[in-house]
């Protein structure tokens, strides 16, 4: 899979939980965002990369965390490109 692909597969995740969170998308968000902004701080990292050891940390603590990782990487994205919906990152 090339870089292109798993940006797609990316930006489809993030809608798929916007869909899915609905209303509340803003608050999971609000949630998981300072996790990875204090990540990308401590370890000098970008915002994706603090999310993937996030999530990697979480599956090896919690394997059915599915859903909380998906919301980490969903944030992460959304940090990096936010939505054009008015929706986006907030915060900034």
């Given at each position: 899979?090339?870089?292109?692909?798993?940006?797609?597969?990316?930006?489809?995740?993030?809608?798929?939980?916007?869909?899915?969170?609905?209303?509340?998308?803003?608050?999971?968000?609000?949630?998981?965002?300072?996790?990875?902004?204090?990540?990308?701080?401590?370890?000098?990292?970008?915002?994706?990369?603090?999310?993937?050891?996030?999530?990697?940390?979480?599956?090896?603590?919690?394997?059915?965390?599915?859903?909380?990782?998906?919301?980490?990487?969903?944030?992460?994205?959304?940090?990096?490109?936010?939505?054009?919906?008015?929706e986006g990152a907030g915060g900034e």
């Open positions: 899979m090339n870089a292109v692909q798993i940006a797609a597969k990316l930006y489809d995740m993030r809608d798929t939980a916007k869909r899915i969170l609905g209303e509340r998308w803003p608050a999971m968000m609000a949630r998981y965002r300072p996790d990875i902004e204090l990540k990308m701080v401590c370890t000098e990292v970008d915002a994706l990369t603090a999310a993937r050891s996030m999530v990697a940390s979480l599956q090896k603590a919690s394997p059915d965390s599915g859903g909380a990782q998906m919301c980490i990487l969903a944030t992460a994205v959304e940090m990096v490109e936010p939505s054009s919906d008015g």
